[in-house]
C-alpha cells in the first residue's frame, strides 16, 4: 500500500495535535512533519517528499496565500490544503487560483479532513459544496460584486494587514517589502476601493468577515 504522506503547517499546537491524531488513526496515511510557521514548513518541504501539505491560512510569519507562492516559486512537489476561520466567499477562489487543490474551514476540518486528503490523493483536488458554489457563481456570473475583489493578490495581502490593524511599516517588514512600496500599494487600494483611509478599510473587513 502506497502510503499518504502529510505536513500539517499551523501555529496552533492544540490544531496540530488534533488533526495529527485523526489523521494517524488511518492506514494509508502517514505525517511526514509539523510546522508552526511558513519558513519551518519550507525547511521541511524542501527536505524530503511530502504529498499533501494541509496549512492554516494565517500563519505568524506568512499567510497562506504567500507560502502558496513560496511553494509554486520553487517547485515544491506537494498539493496544497488550506484550512481557515473564514467562510469559503472571502479565500477559496483567490486560493485555488494560486495553486491550492482545496480549501476547508476549520469548523468543518475534524470530520471531513481525511476525506479532503484522500480526494486530493486520487483526483487532485477537493471541492465541498461550498466552494462549488463559490466558483459557479463566479462563472455564471451571479455573484454580487464586491470592491476588494478588484486588489491584485499583493493588493489584497496589504489591504488585510491594514484591516488588521497593522501598520506600514508592520507590513513593510511582515511582506519585506520597503516602506515606500507598502505606501505604493496602500494609495492603489484607496484608488481601486474608493476608500479614504484605514478606518474605513478595517470597517469595511469586519463586515465582510474577511478578518
Same mark, same amino acid.
Given at each position: 500500500?502506497?502510503?499518504?504522506?502529510?505536513? %500539517?503547517?499551523? &501555529?496552533?499546537?492544540?490544531?496540530?495535535?488534533?488533526?495529527?491524531?485523526?489523521?494517524?488513526?488511518?492506514?494509508? %496515511?502517514?505525517? !511526514? =512533519?509539523? !510546522?508552526?510557521?511558513?519558513?519551518?514548513?519550507?525547511?521541511?518541504?524542501?527536505?524530503?517528499?511530502? &504529498?499533501?501539505?494541509?496549512?492554516?491560512?494565517?500563519?505568524? &510569519?506568512?499567510?497562506?496565500?504567500?507560502?502558496?507562492?513560496?511553494?509554486?516559486?520553487?517547485?515544491?512537489?506537494?498539493?496544497?490544503?488550506?484550512?481557515?476561520?473564514?467562510?469559503?466567499?472571502?479565500?477559496?477562489?483567490?486560493? %485555488?487560483?494560486? =495553486?491550492?487543490? =482545496?480549501?476547508?474551514?476549520?469548523?468543518?476540518?475534524?470530520?471531513?479532513?481525511?476525506? !479532503?486528503?484522500?480526494?486530493?490523493?486520487?483526483?487532485?483536488?477537493?471541492?465541498?459544496?461550498?466552494?462549488? !458554489?463559490?466558483?459557479?457563481?463566479?462563472?455564471?456570473?451571479?455573484?454580487?460584486?464586491?470592491?476588494?475583489?478588484?486588489?491584485?493578490?499583493?493588493?489584497?495581502?496589504?489591504?488585510?494587514?491594514?484591516?488588521? =490593524?497593522?501598520?506600514?511599516?508592520?507590513?513593510?517588514?511582515?511582506?519585506?517589502?520597503?516602506?515606500?512600496?507598502?505606501?505604493?500599494?496602500?494609495?492603489?487600494?484607496?484608488?481601486?476601493?474608493?476608500?479614504?483611509?484605514?478606518?474605513?478599510?478595517?470597517?469595511?473587513?469586519?463586515?465582510?468577515?474577511?478578518?
Amino acid at each position: 500500500m502506497d502510503m499518504i504522506s502529510v505536513l %500539517i503547517v499551523d &501555529d496552533h499546537d492544540l490544531l496540530r495535535s488534533g488533526l495529527k491524531t485523526l489523521i494517524e488513526m488511518e492506514a494509508d %496515511i502517514t505525517i !511526514a =512533519g509539523e !510546522a508552526g510557521s511558513a519558513c519551518e514548513a519550507m525547511s521541511i518541504l524542501r527536505s524530503g517528499r511530502v &504529498d499533501i501539505t494541509i496549512m492554516d491560512l494565517e500563519l505568524p &510569519d506568512k499567510n497562506g496565500l504567500e507560502l502558496l507562492k513560496d511553494i509554486k516559486n520553487e517547485t515544491i512537489e506537494t498539493a496544497v490544503l488550506v484550512l481557515s476561520m473564514h467562510p469559503e466567499n472571502r479565500w477559496a477562489k483567490r486560493l %485555488i487560483q494560486n =495553486g491550492a487543490c =482545496g480549501y476547508l474551514t476549520k469548523v468543518n476540518a475534524a470530520e471531513k479532513i481525511v476525506a !479532503a486528503i484522500r480526494a486530493i490523493e486520487h483526483e487532485g483536488h477537493y471541492i465541498t459544496p461550498e466552494v462549488s !458554489a463559490v466558483l459557479f457563481e463566479e462563472v455564471a456570473g451571479t455573484q454580487k460584486p464586491v470592491v476588494h475583489a478588484r486588489l491584485s493578490d499583493r493588493e489584497y495581502e496589504v489591504f488585510i494587514l491594514i484591516s488588521k =490593524g497593522k501598520t506600514i511599516r508592520d507590513i513593510s517588514e511582515q511582506l519585506s517589502l520597503s516602506v515606500n512600496t507598502v505606501n505604493t500599494y496602500r494609495r492603489r487600494i484607496y484608488e481601486k476601493t474608493g476608500f479614504k483611509n484605514s478606518e474605513q478599510i478595517i470597517k469595511y473587513a469586519v463586515e465582510q468577515k474577511l478578518v
